[in-house]
Structures are given as structure tokens and as C-alpha cells.
């Protein structure tokens, strides 16, 4: 994640979800990443114990809060 957007990886594939295309985000034990394109994918799910400490969940937040607005 940076400044392009979010970059999901796999053994198999790689994505990358430019800013625009994500609007918004939701919080709690995990980030959803939401999109505006109901035809297309929707939600990404970011697990919070996918982070090796917390203050990398601290910068995520701080990413995500400058280029998407949290729904409440």
C-alpha cells in the first residue's frame, strides 16, 4: 500500500487497486476496502493480524485515512 493505491499479492497472482478506485473503509478487527463499482470487485479485507507489529497498522490507518473516507 502507498502512494498508487493497494497492492495484493499471492503465491499466484498480483493486483494492484489504484486510490480512485477505492472510496472508502470500514474498521475494526480487520480494514474493508470498499469501491464505488458495484460491477466490479467491490470489498477488499485486509486482516489486522497480517501486520508483524502494530505501528504498521498505525500507518495503514494514516494511509487509508488520507486517501479514503471511514464509514462510521
Known amino acids: 500500500m502507498g502512494d498508487a493505491g493497494v497492492r495484493l499479492a ?8 489504484r486510490w480512485p478506485m477505492i472510496t472508502r473503509y470500514a474498521e475494526d478487527t ?10 466490479s470487485v467491490g470489498i477488499i479485507v485486509l486482516p489486522k493480524r497480517g501486520s ?8 495503514l490507518l494514516a ?7 471511514r464509514r462510521g
Open 52 to 59: 508483524a507489529k502494530p505501528a504498521d497498522v498505525d500507518r
Open 63 to 69: 494511509i487509508l485515512d488520507r486517501n479514503a473516507q
Open 30 to 39: 480487520l480494514f474493508v476496502l470498499m469501491t464505488h463499482d458495484k460491477h
Open 10 to 17: 499471492s503465491r499466484d497472482s498480483e493486483t494492484t487497486y
